[in-house]
Structure formats: structure tokens, C-alpha cells
């Protein structure tokens, strides 16, 4: 994966999401905070790119799903495609 064409904040995410998968169970819970923090930031940018505003709950919500799925060894790709797909069908997007 080039993370040379991913935006900064994304780049993080993948890089983080690696460690975590990588990491014991120890240090997997203070990369999944990291983790939640940068998909936090990444949901806020990319609803105010599109002009929305999230309905209460949506970004915690995905953000621990993407948390959940990388913890349980999927990938970063596969956890934000089910991740979107779960919180789209949770939130009637």
C-alpha cells in the first residue's frame, strides 16, 4: 500500500490500523484510541466536505466499528467498507 497518495489524516489511519493489528493486546487498546481519535477527525472532515451534518452517535459509532474490525485482524480497506455499509444501514444514509 502507497501511502504517499493518501491524505495525511487517512496515511495516519493506515499506519496506526498496521500497528494495531500488529500490536499485543496491550498496546492494541492505546492504538485503538489512536485509532478512534484520527477516524473521529476523518468522519468530521468528510461530512463537512459534503456539506452534512452526522446524526448524533454516527461518527462513535463507526469509529469503534473500524476500532472492533481492525482488533479482530481485518483489514483497513475491509473494515471501512463494512463499517460505512453497517453505519449507513444504522443511520438510514
Do not use: H, I, N, W
Not at 39 to 58: D, R
Not at 71 to 84: D, F, I, K, P
Amino acid at each position: 500500500m502507497s501511502f504517499s497518495r493518501l491524505p495525511v489524516s487517512l496515511a495516519l489511519l493506515a499506519t496506526t490500523a498496521l500497528l494495531v493489528q500488529s500490536a499485543g493486546p496491550a498496546r492494541a487498546s492505546g492504538m485503538g484510541s489512536m485509532v478512534q481519535a484520527y477516524c473521529l477527525a476523518a468522519v468530521e472532515e468528510e461530512m463537512t466536505k459534503a456539506g452534512k451534518v452526522p446524526p448524533q452517535g454516527m461518527a462513535a459509532y463507526a469509529c469503534r466499528c473500524v476500532v472492533d474490525r481492525l482488533t479482530e485482524g481485518t483489514s483497513l480497506v475491509s473494515a471501512r467498507s463494512y463499517c460505512r455499509e453497517s453505519t449507513a444501514r444504522r443511520y438510514a444514509l
